[in-house]
């Protein structure tokens, strides 16, 4: 299982991500959400850019990526990816967001979980899935995960 980013966060490649769609096509079953492009820390260009490019992921299962000053999901979105910046990643808002998804039975993902407290946190939440790019390079980051005791 799998999901595929959009590769947005300091520039979109709407070539590159189209390839990338394309070249994956095959194993679609195995992919659980596609990242809408968005732009980090704010929600309205975010809403913008959905309407934008959601269509170069027709057919897959798309995440909205939420960002600071969220006020809600386009209701087409089937995927809950949270993004944002560190601070609105780590509020009391995002925590209502996530439990908000999960009640309603939204698959909700969170990005950029390179750390036990967080990943703990977000597991106790309901989040159903996470990333973080340190824990997919380096072993240690990962067994700090595994063996954390609050």
Known sequence: MFGID?????YFDEAAFTRLLRREL??????????????VGDHIETLIMWEQYKHLAEGWRRAFVVQDGFTGAPPDADVLFIGGTTAFKDSREVE???????????????????GAKRFWKFRALGAHTCDGSGVSRFDHMLEKIRDFRS
């Not at 959009?6 to 300091?10: D, I």
């Not at 959400?33 to 732009?39: E, I, L, N, R, T």
């Open 26 to 39: 095959p194993r679609k079953q195995d992919c659980l959400f596609v990242c809408v492009p968005d732009k």
């Open 6 to 10: 959009n590769g947005a966060f300091s």
């Open 96 to 114: 209502q967001i996530v439990c908000d998804g999960v009640a309603r039975g939204v698959h909700v993902h969170v990005g950029r979980v390179n």
